[in-house]
């Protein structure tokens, strides 16, 4: 739940657009730690386990995000020849989650991040609950990459080249995308560990 909350409200900001070419950008959402410390309050978790659980992962989720990066991507051919000074603002083509660069989610980093954030309150017997967690997260993420798609980010920019009647199309150059929520749209999850 709180997974597709984080999606309908985090996008892209900042991507340089240069001809049909995206690429860099940031990464922006709301931090995890809240919504998932709601939802296992809500489910009846400890008080005393369930922050652990919620700074862990939204610690591993936040260094995920940060190192996401547009990896020079076609998203907007109709730039590479506008007949126009400027291009007007156009939604990226659509494209899978699993295209952009980043870092990965593994089941051990969250493991490490969740068991650190007990710190000396880690009980015996709790490390079970901790693999479990951090193989299904693991397990989410890598089908969130394949099946979510990066859509509604509007890249525009100037065409320095246009001067008609004797260049009446050139590229967009040192243009700039952002994204408008809902940015990733799709994907699922895998079983919930019990």
């Known amino acids: 739940m709180w997974g597709a909350t ?3 409200s985090a996008t892209l900001i900042g991507v340089t657009v240069n001809s049909l070419t995206a690429s860099g950008g940031t990464l922006t959402g709301p931090p ?3 919504l998932i410390l709601a939802g296992m309050m809500g489910a009846g978790a400890p008080t ?3 922050p652990a659980f919620a700074i862990g992962t939204d610690q591993v989720w936040q260094r995920w995000a940060q190192s996401v990066k547009v990896p020079g991507l ?3 051919p109709a730039f590479a020849a506008m007949p126009s000074p400027f291009a007007p603002p156009m939604p990226n083509v659509p494209t899978p989650l699993s295209a952009l660069a980043g870092a990965r989610i593994t089941a051990d980093s969250v493991r490490a991040s969740i068991l ?3 710190g000396k309150f880690a009980e015996p017997g709790k490390t079970e609950a ?3 967690f951090a193989a299904w997260l693991a397990a989410t993420f890598e089908m969130m990459l394949g099946s979510t798609m990066v859509v509604n980010v509007l890249g525009s920019g100037p065409v320095p080249t246009f001067a008609p009647p004797y260049v009446p199309v ?3 150059v040192g243009g700039v ?3 408008i929520p809902p940015t990733f749209i799709g994907g699922g999850a895998a079983p919930r560990p019990r």
């Open 74 to 76: 076609p998203w907007y």
């Open 130 to 132: 901790v693999i479990d």
């Open 170 to 172: 050139g590229p967009v």
């Open 6 to 8: 984080w999606k309908t």
């Open 177 to 179: 995308a952002n994204g």
């Open 116 to 118: 650190a954030s007990f």
């Open 32 to 34: 995890l730690a809240p």
């Open 48 to 50: 005393h386990i369930a």
